[in-house]
């Protein structure tokens, strides 16, 4: 399938354990080990290339992070196919992917300086990751309904385009992540000149909330 091609380069197709506890189905409380934060600030924070490679099965994932962004996909995949009668675990899973990736997301960020003011941004860095793979996927399944193709198209690109314009913030100490979800859906960013949000149309993603 070809894909749509945002502007830019992409193509598209501690040292401590800790524990926490999450509700898994039958709503039986399970203490899960977590292994050291992997993501270093010597490496970059991602933007949105080696995600959608991992999406379009060309690159492995070989992080923490990319491990968990392809995850999302099954777990959209249930959402897109249930919706709202979705099984109530897709939705903690979601979270927890969600969560993990924020871990990961802080160790790629916490040597940045951050400029005096600079703005937290509205949603955070796995929120929007999991926006992406749901962008992705409705394209991947939708590619040949005329009633979404170009719409959901021009979403993922704009998408994309606002990812990267977050990572390039961050990187430069003008934008902080939030260093947990926010819950907002869709995810917003802010640039920092305006301090403004920007706010994907939401559109026929109702069943992704």
Not at 33 to 55: I, K, N, S, W
Not at 170 to 191: C, M
Request: glycine share 6%.
């Amino acid at each position: 399938m070809q894909q749509p091609q945002p502007k830019g380069s992409h193509v598209m197709p501690h040292e401590r354990t800790e524990q926490v506890a999450y509700r898994i189905p039958p709503n039986t409380p399970v203490a899960i080990t977590l292994p050291p934060v992997e993501a270093r600030p010597d490496h970059p924070l991602p933007d949105a290339g080696p995600f959608l490679r991992v999406f379009a099965g060309t690159d492995e994932p070989g992080t923490v992070l990319l491990r968990c962004a392809r995850e999302y996909l099954g777990n959209w995949r249930h959402v897109y196919e249930h919706g709202r009668n979705r099984e109530a675990a897709v939705d903690e899973h979601v979270s927890l992917l969600t969560f993990l990736i924020d871990r990961e997301a802080n160790g790629h960020t916490r040597a940045i300086s951050f400029e005096p003011g600079a703005p937290t941004n509205p949603s955070s860095y796995g929120e929007m990751v999991a926006w992406l793979a749901w962008k992705y996927l409705l394209v991947s399944l939708r590619h040949n309904q005329s009633a979404h193709a170009e719409y959901d198209a021009a979403q993922l690109v704009s998408h994309i385009e606002a990812f990267d314009q977050l990572v390039v913030d961050v990187q430069a100490g003008r934008v902080r992540l939030p260093e947990k979800a926010t819950g907002v859906f869709p995810p917003k960013t802010i640039r920092p000149s305006s301090a403004q949000t920007d706010t994907p149309d939401p559109g026929s993603d109702q069943a992704a909330q």
